[in-house]
């Protein structure tokens, strides 16, 4: 049985770009092996490939904008999206109730460089 996810791949057009972007919003940038780039955050990682120059093996079509991915924040949303917006970051809905994998919770959208939907959320206590 699958107990949780350890990582998952994001193809990006600009590495540095995506980096500063996802650093700026919490996770860390991480360096392994051959000096391939992901991006930590918990005990999960983002592997990072350049697209035209994907590290096998890889998806059948990787692409670039497709993912829609919601990340847990260990602050509420407005406290999130209040330091945020402090660094230009924009966002283009919320804060709005949503229902996650454990229940009632609140989140906040935008977008990365990539154009990938990117949702920020906080449990209701």
Not at 54 to 72: K, M, N
Not at 88 to 112: C, H, K, N, W
Request: contains cysteine.
């Amino acid at each position: 049985m699958i107990s949780s996810l350890d990582h998952l791949v994001m193809t990006v057009h600009d590495l540095a770009k995506t980096i500063e972007f996802y650093t700026n919003i919490g996770m860390e940038e991480v360096t392994f092996s051959g000096g391939r780039k992901a991006l930590a955050f918990g005990t999960q990682k983002i592997n990072l490939h350049s697209f035209g120059a994907e590290i096998e093996p890889h998806a059948h079509f990787p692409t670039r904008g497709s993912l829609d991915l919601c990340f847990l924040l260990d602050s509420s949303v407005s406290f999130a999206k209040e330091k945020l917006e402090e660094k230009g970051i924009e966002f283009f809905l919320g804060p709005v109730p949503r229902t996650g994998a454990q229940g009632s919770m609140t989140s906040i959208y935008l977008y990365d460089p990539d154009g990938n939907l990117i949702e920020l959320s906080s449990y209701d206590q």
